[in-house]
């Protein structure tokens, strides 16, 4: 029996060493239609530590989002990636959004953007590159819901497949 107990553990212990927690790579994106404001309405969920690192690599900038550093060139640069990496597209032409803001919920950064006057009787299509984090990231996943006068539509974007469409 004294013997069996070390073996055991030695059977055993290697097991462990693949139970450690595996880091993934998702942010999750609702598209919404708010017929009393004629806009759509976009809330992106993506994880500050990523967000941070993007930042770091692509602009060189050393970014503290989500910390009492943090100024308000961090969010510029926040913005900015933004915009080269998630676009919307309505009736097949990609507009511009309103960066409306940021805030912060546990580990994650959780931004708000908009595209205002979109009148829902012209509204046809809805379509999202959602791009974020797939430049440092090959297994990056971008989830999107897109929610429009009553259809639904989701898509796992990825590094391959970067767009998504809500044909209405």
């Not at 553990?9 to 595996?22: I, K, N, V």
């Not at 994106?29 to 809330?43: F, L, M, P, R, S």
């Not at 009148?119 to 791009?131: A, D, R, S, V």
């Amino acid at each position: 029996m004294k013997i069996l107990k070390p073996v055991f553990l030695f059977l055993l212990l290697p097991l462990f060493a693949f139970t450690g927690a595996h880091k993934f790579y998702i942010s999750v994106t609702n598209v919404d239609y708010a017929e009393k404001d004629e806009a759509v309405q976009i809330i992106t969920r993506v994880f500050i530590d990523d967000m941070n690192t993007v930042l770091k690599e692509r602009y060189g900038y050393p970014a503290v989002l989500g910390t009492d550093e943090e100024s308000s060139v961090d969010k510029e640069f926040l913005e900015k990636y933004l915009r080269t990496k998630f676009l919307v597209e309505i009736n097949g032409k990609t507009v511009t959004y309103d960066f409306i803001g940021h805030k912060y919920d546990s580990d994650m950064v959780i931004c708000y953007l908009e595209v205002p006057n979109v009148p829902l009787k012209t509204l046809k299509q809805i379509g999202i590159t959602n791009e974020v984090l797939t430049d440092i990231y090959d297994d990056q996943q971008n989830v999107v819901h897109m929610k429009v006068n009553g259809k639904k539509k989701s898509h796992v974007l990825i590094k391959s497949r970067i767009k998504g469409m809500l044909n209405l």
